[in-house]
């Protein structure tokens, strides 16, 4: 059963970063391509990166690209998202997945950009 836990959201200002993690189990990870998508306050998903299984290729929405870096460790089951110069307009819920459409995904971690 596909299981997927994200972590390291939270309040933070415009200009500012994080990082996201997700922990991943129950399906062969190092072998999936991996995809965070987001959700925010009445809007739809939304895909904003995905990488392939050895992490060499990226690709990122025109919405984050040059601010996020997505990256994954096979040995540790882990998909990471690092976010810097945030902006208002990336408060969502965060999810990870194995697919572009966000499903499955996990319960997702909630990032607000706010003075």
């Known amino acids: 059963q596909v299981q997927l836990v994200e972590s390291g959201g939270g309040l933070v200002q415009p200009g500012g970063s994080l990082g996201l993690s997700c922990a991943a189990s129950?399906?062969?990870?190092?072998?999936?391509?991996m995809y965070w998508v987001r959700q925010a306050p009445g809007k739809g998903l939304e895909w904003i990166s995905s990488?392939?299984?050895?992490?060499?290729?990226?690709n990122y929405a025109s919405s984050v690209k040059g601010r996020f870096t997505i990256s994954r460790d096979n040995a540790k089951n882990t998909l990471y998202l690092q976010m810097n110069g945030l902006k208002s307009e990336d408060t969502a819920v965060y999810y990870c997945?194995?697919?572009?459409?966000?499903?499955?995904r996990g319960q997702g971690t909630q990032v607000t950009v706010s003075s």
């Open positions: 997945s194995t697919n572009s459409l966000g499903v499955p």
């Open positions: 129950g399906f062969p990870f190092s072998r999936n391509w």
């Open positions: 990488i392939d299984t050895g992490g060499a290729t990226t």
